[in-house]
């Protein structure tokens, strides 16, 4: 079946500290991999996608790459803010007539000033 | 507006009472997915709809779990007999186009349901 493992959290950073959020796949084809972002009191949003192998799927300094052969979608930004503390979701979609969303458990980011 | 807009916002509920959850898609957007989201947990998908059309509903978690989108917009989701468990956000995502994973899926803010 298709499914998302991601980080536990919570995890806590200081301002400026490099980020990396592990997150790895299984999935039956080829899937499109996400990163949703949900800050405090908002609805999930589209961070950044990828959709095919070696892709690197960016926004608001955050990357992550697509990497087939170890099944792996991390989340990375080199400098964090107090503003990126959210929970952040990787997931997944297999194409098909419903295309539907597959999410991990959420990450909790807390960042210090 | 221009964003998936649910309500009500909060609900909550005593035991065995029925709810009904709206969400009204972006206009124009052909598909609609309702989504569970648990505390702590990530969205789990409950059922997926293009235009009027329930094409997938494997993910609703009992027979008291019933969703619609009778004209091909907007969508109610019913729980009927609330149980605690059914405590939960109930999210609302709308896309152009079904079929395509390169389509962005926009989430509403969600509907926060406690069973009391």
């Known amino acids: 079946g298709n499914s998302v493992t991601q980080m536990e959290g919570p995890v806590t950073l200081s301002e400026e500290a490099f980020l990396t959020i592990n997150c790895t796949y299984t999935?039956?084809?080829?899937?499109?991999l996400f990163w949703y972002v949900q800050y405090p009191g908002e609805g999930l949003q589209l961070l950044l996608k990828?959709?095919?192998?070696?892709d690197k799927g960016s926004n608001k300094g955050f990357e992550a790459t697509y990497r087939k052969e170890t099944t792996s979608f991390h989340l990375e930004k080199g400098s964090v803010q107090v503003s990126d503390s959210a929970v952040y979701f990787c997931?997944?979609?297999?194409?098909?007539?419903?295309?539907?969303?597959?999410f991990g458990s959420g990450t909790r980011l807390s960042i210090r000033p | 507006g221009a964003g998936v807009s649910q309500s009500p916002r909060y609900k909550v509920a005593k035991r065995g009472q029925d709810v009904a959850l709206r969400c009204d898609p972006i206009?124009?957007?052909?598909?609609l997915f309702w989504y569970q989201q648990a505390l702590g947990q990530g969205p789990e998908f409950l059922t997926y709809?293009?235009?009027?059309?329930?094409?997938?509903k494997s993910g609703l978690p009992s027979d008291r779990f019933f969703a619609e989108r009778p004209e091909g917009s907007v969508s109610t989701l019913k729980i009927q007999r609330t149980q605690q468990e059914d405590s939960a956000v109930y999210l609302c995502?709308?896309?152009?186009?079904?079929?395509?994973?390169?389509?962005?899926?926009?989430f509403g803010e969600g509907s926060w349901l406690t069973v009391v």
């Open positions: 997931a997944l979609s297999v194409f098909s007539s419903a295309s539907k969303i597959i």
């Open positions: 999935a039956t084809g080829y899937p499109s």
């Open positions: 990828a959709t095919k192998a070696d």
């Open positions: 206009s124009g957007h052909v598909s």
């Open positions: 709809f293009q235009n009027e059309a329930q094409l997938d």
């Open positions: 995502a709308s896309q152009l186009v079904g079929g395509s994973t390169g389509n962005t899926i926009y």
